[in-house]
């Protein structure tokens, strides 16, 4: 090394360069509605131009057009109605026992190694598959699409659950112990607190998997609900109901999402 | 309360912690566990209070537990151990609610900790809101409101900045110079050792055995830092730990 590497560099004085740009995306609700408006004008002056066929893609418009005769008729209510009651009861029956399997599992050892094994095993079937059998075991009505959510929203309950309760931090429970409180204090006070950010943000995924399974199973045997109507709408080649009856189920899942966001606020604001 | 600890030995799987581990702590002493890292002194802090099963040896307590005391044998946690969705007021009432106590009196023993901890403005913030210094006064508070014959702090100012030690550090001293208090103290912090404890246990490891019991016999209020009597007893413990701490600095960690 040369001798004058260590003399002093005479430059200009320089502000240093501020180097931590980016990597710090930030919300903007407004971005978030205006990326909707963006792509709808979009899309109806595809449609105005004839770029986009009206066969291939019904036009905005017409989509408008169709939803707001499923309203007036009273029809969307009746879908809407039907598929909303198989939605609540089957993820409420799905849910409420893959918590208390789950529970289970994350707290006793004897359930443990048999739980795990099992959801395993059974959460990857697809449950739609299992439709048939249970139209055999429950009857073609409401209760084999009850079973049909149910069963799919069970497993993701159960193991997302067992996880949550492995997650409470171990310490806290210890200090209960070393206070001498009951088990089921325990149990109610810092296990089930601790595992409910956990829990509440395995329902986004539940709830997810619960309309997927009902659209498929209204596909599948019923004579109202959102997925007969697109059904019905699609194979009479009614592209605007069948796009309309798609709307209406991405706002019903907007709907359920923006549920379980107020519950979060609602039963996680110590966070 | 006395606490007898006799032929206590420990082992986890391959680590023998602990080996016979003979200590009587007399009521209203303060003892302090001191050692290098990996002795054993949260072990053995874990066994005098219930909460882990020697593999050999066994506590025993005798005598008078204090005036509706709810449990005896109470921790102070280095992390602090509060739930983070109740409140400072909810942190504590959480450990009386499972025993037979009216709602006024309950209420009363909140209030009654949170005076003597200085805690009465925080009553209603949560723990995430609450600086280092403030969580350890409340979980100080709850232990307090069980009234405790012993109190089991392990490492309780670990997780503080030096200037909140400090200040701890006085309240600790004042509380159990007022009440009188029986307590096992681990530490690895010599000068808290000096300041707190009648008798300061120094550990060896591998496995963990008692080395020696060295006994400081200046009452607790009257110690203060800088104290040429109490810089001699820090100097001679640093003496006698200081090759354990050595060999624990330059050994691998074998244990995750
Ligand atoms: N759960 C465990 N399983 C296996 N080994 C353990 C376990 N807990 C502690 N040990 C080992 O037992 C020995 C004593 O551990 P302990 O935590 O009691 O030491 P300590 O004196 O409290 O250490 P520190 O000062 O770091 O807190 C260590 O060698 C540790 O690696
Ligand atoms: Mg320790």
Not at chain 1, 8 to 27: D, E, H, L
Not at chain 1, 195 to 218: D, K, M, N, Q
Not at chain 1, 248 to 254: I, M
Not at chain 2, 60 to 68: Q, R, Y
């Amino acid at each position: 090394m040369s001798p004058d590497h260590l003399a002093p560099v005479k430059t200009a004085k320089q502000p240093v360069r501020f180097r931590a740009v980016g990597f710090n995306p930030r919300a903007n609700p407004l971005a978030a509605w205006g990326s909707f408006v963006v792509l709808i004008i979009l899309w109806q002056i595809g449609c105005s131009t004839g770029f986009i066929s009206e066969l291939a893609m019904p036009s905005p418009v017409a989509v408008a057009k169709s939803l707001w005769q499923l309203i007036v008729s009273g029809d969307l209510w009746v879908h809407l109605a039907a598929s909303g009651q198989r939605l609540a009861v089957g993820w409420v029956l799905g849910t409420v026992a893959g918590l208390a399997v789950g529970f289970l599992v994350g707290m006793f050892s004897w359930a443990r190694s048999p739980g795990v094994a099992l959801v395993s095993a059974l959460f990857p079937i697809p449950k739609i598959a299992l439709l048939p059998l249970f139209i055999i075991w429950f009857g073609i009505g409401e209760p084999s699409k009850f079973a049909t959510i149910g069963f799919g929203v069970f497993f993701p309950t159960v193991i997302n659950t067992f996880g949550a309760v492995d997650n409470v931090a171990r310490n806290l429970i210890r200090m209960g112990q070393s206070f001498d409180m009951s088990t089921w204090s325990i149990v109610r006070k810092i296990i089930l607190p601790g595992a409910l950010p956990t829990i509440l943000s395995g329902f986004r995924i539940s709830s997810s998997i619960a309309i997927i399974l009902l659209v498929a199973a209204e596909m599948i045997g019923a004579q109202y609900g959102i997925g007969a109507l697109i059904l019905s709408a699609g194979s009479l080649y009614q592209t605007d109901q069948l796009i309309a009856g798609v709307v209406v189920l991405s706002v019903f899942g907007l709907a359920i999402s923006w549920l379980l966001g107020r519950l979060d606020k609602w039963l996680l604001g110590w966070r | 309360m006395r606490l007898e600890i006799s032929g206590v030995c420990h082992r986890y799987d391959q680590v023998e912690a602990l080996r016979d581990i003979n200590l009587t702590i007399e009521p209203g002493e303060i003892v302090a566990l001191i050692g290098p890292s990996g002795c054993g002194k949260s072990t053995l802090l874990s066994i005098i209070g219930g909460l882990l099963k020697p593999s050999e040896g066994k506590i025993s307590a005798s005598g008078a537990v204090p005036d509706g005391c709810l449990n005896p044998l109470t921790y102070v946690f280095q992390d602090f151990a509060l739930l983070p969705w109740r409140t400072v007021a909810g942190n504590i009432s959480l450990v009386l609610e499972d025993h037979k106590l009216s709602k006024a009196e309950r209420a009363a023993r909140i209030d009654e900790v949170l005076e003597q901890t200085g805690l009465a403005d925080f009553r209603n913030a949560f723990p995430k809101q609450l600086s280092g210094g403030m969580k350890q006064r409340v979980g100080i508070a709850r232990a307090l409101a069980v009234r405790p014959a012993v109190l089991l702090m392990d490492e309780p100012l670990s997780a503080l900045d030096a200037q909140t030690r400090i200040l701890l550090l006085d309240e600790f001293s004042a509380l159990f110079a007022r009440t009188g208090m029986t307590a096992v103290y681990v530490t690895h912090n010599l000068n808290e050792a000096v300041r707190l404890a009648h008798r300061v246990v120094a550990l060896r490891r591998r496995p963990g055995t008692i080395k020696e019991i060295h006994t400081i016999d200046v009452p607790i209020d009257q110690r203060r830092e800088g104290d040429p009597l109490i810089v001699a007893h820090e100097t001679a413990l640093w003496e006698l730990i200081r090759d354990e701490a050595i060999a624990a600095d330059k050994e691998l960690e074998n244990v995750a």
